[in-house]
């Protein structure tokens, strides 16, 4: 058969590239772990006892330049610890699990715990206070010593076969998503039909100007470093709930 003039036949359409494809707006683990890092301000704080014993203990911590900042009591357990042995690991949990925990995102960085001093130490403590309205009561009490953990490495795993680690100087050099850490206030802001009388009627949506607020996106819609929240459709049927800031 005849081929027609704009068919290529049996050869390639398009030319293969001729270097590798960089998917540069893709972030990297350690983005992916000063987002997580960023999007929270509590988490299980793991020290070594004077047994050698590992001891977990659940606290707050604000960041500095993605450091976590402790502020903890010598009366309580974790506290004696880091003062005998600063080597210590904080395991971070996104705040809004799936149904499956197992498939959310998590983090665990590990490093060596330190005091800060001079105008890191003010620093420090504007970070926690900022991340932990309410050390303001505690946080100057004689017992109670402010930490910086000194991130030496981080794990972060995105659920199911999404895993991947940074050393200490890709994680101090990466970047939060500013979007995720209020995407939660962005999402309930969304799925409030009040807040969005548009959407109580969708004859009132102009035909080529509705969105719908999508539960999931494919994932190639991105922009720069941070997702789109939003898909612009034609004339959504009735607005759908949004529980995911990806």
Not at 26 to 39: G, I, K, L, M, Q
Not at 170 to 176: C, K, N, P, Q, S
């Amino acid at each position: 058969m005849a081929l027609d003039h704009g068919d290529p036949g049996d050869a390639p359409s398009t030319p293969p590239p001729l270097t590798p494809i960089a998917i540069t707006t893709r972030p990297s683990a350690a983005d992916e772990a000063r987002t997580v890092a960023a999007a929270t301000n509590t988490a299980t704080l793991a020290t070594l006892s004077a047994d050698g014993g590992p001891w977990a203990s659940f606290v707050t911590y604000g960041l500095l330049a993605g450091q976590p900042v402790l502020c903890v009591s010598r009366m309580a357990e974790h506290g004696r610890n880091l003062a005998a042995d600063p080597r210590a690991s904080l395991s971070i949990v996104t705040p809004e699990l799936p149904e499956d925990p197992l498939a959310g995102t998590r983090l665990t960085l590990a490093g060596v715990a330190e005091r800060p001093q001079g105008e890191e130490a003010q620093a420090a403590r504007e970070a926690h206070l900022a991340a932990v309205p309410a050390a303001k009561t505690y946080i100057d009490f004689s017992d109670f010593t402010v930490w910086v953990l000194r991130v030496q490495r981080a794990r972060w795993v995105g659920g199911y076969g999404r895993m991947d680690s940074a050393t200490a100087d890709e994680y101090a050099a990466a970047r939060a998503d500013p979007i995720i850490p209020g995407a939660a206030r962005a999402i309930a802001h969304l799925n409030d039909v009040d807040s969005l009388p548009a959407l109580k009627d969708r004859d009132s949506l102009p035909h080529d100007k509705g969105f719908l607020f999508h539960r999931r996106l494919p994932p190639h819609i991105s922009c720069g470093a941070v997702s789109h929240h939003l898909r612009r459709l034609r004339r959504p049927a009735r607005p759908q709930e949004c529980s995911s800031p990806r």
